[in-house]
């Protein structure tokens, strides 16, 4: 069992930066392959960002790609989502989530593949 959750959202302006963090309550975190995923109003859920559990992998989505880093510490148990130049359509709800089950290359951006979800943390950018 894997608790997850999220912080670091709010408003900002579009240009801005924000750093969301996902801290992991459990002692096999570092097993885990890790996602974000956002999810807008009216919208379904949207992969962004993967991580392999021992982060010699990324994926991202072509929406983010070069402007979003995802990185891990999994002495603290916790995933970040650097976010730079946000746009307004970066607007949602960001949710990690983590997988333990499958391979990192397979389904990465499917979010029933995901076992464990936090509560989520709210992204607002203005234009």
């Known amino acids: 069992q894997v608790q997850l959750v999220e912080s670091g959202g709010g408003l900002v302006q579009a240009g801005d930066s924000l750093r969301l963090s996902c801290v992991a309550a459990?002692?096999?975190?570092?097993?885990?392959?890790m996602g974000w995923f956002r999810q807008a109003p009216g919208k379904e859920r949207e992969f962004v960002a993967a991580?392999?559990?021992?982060?010699?992998?990324?994926y991202y989505s072509d929406s983010v790609k070069g402007r979003f880093t995802i990185s891990r510490d999994n002495a603290k148990n916790t995933v970040y989502l650097q976010m730079n130049s946000l746009k307004a359509e970066d607007t949602a709800v960001y949710y990690c989530?983590?997988?333990?089950?499958?391979?990192?290359?397979?389904?990465?951006?499917?979010?029933?593949?995901?076992?464990?979800w936090g509560q989520g943390t709210q992204v607002t950018v203005s234009s």
């Open positions: 989530a983590a997988r333990g089950r499958i391979s990192f290359t397979i389904a990465t951006t499917t979010p029933t593949t995901y076992d464990y």
């Open positions: 459990g002692r096999t975190f570092s097993s885990y392959n």
């Open positions: 991580i392999a559990w021992n982060a010699r992998s990324t």
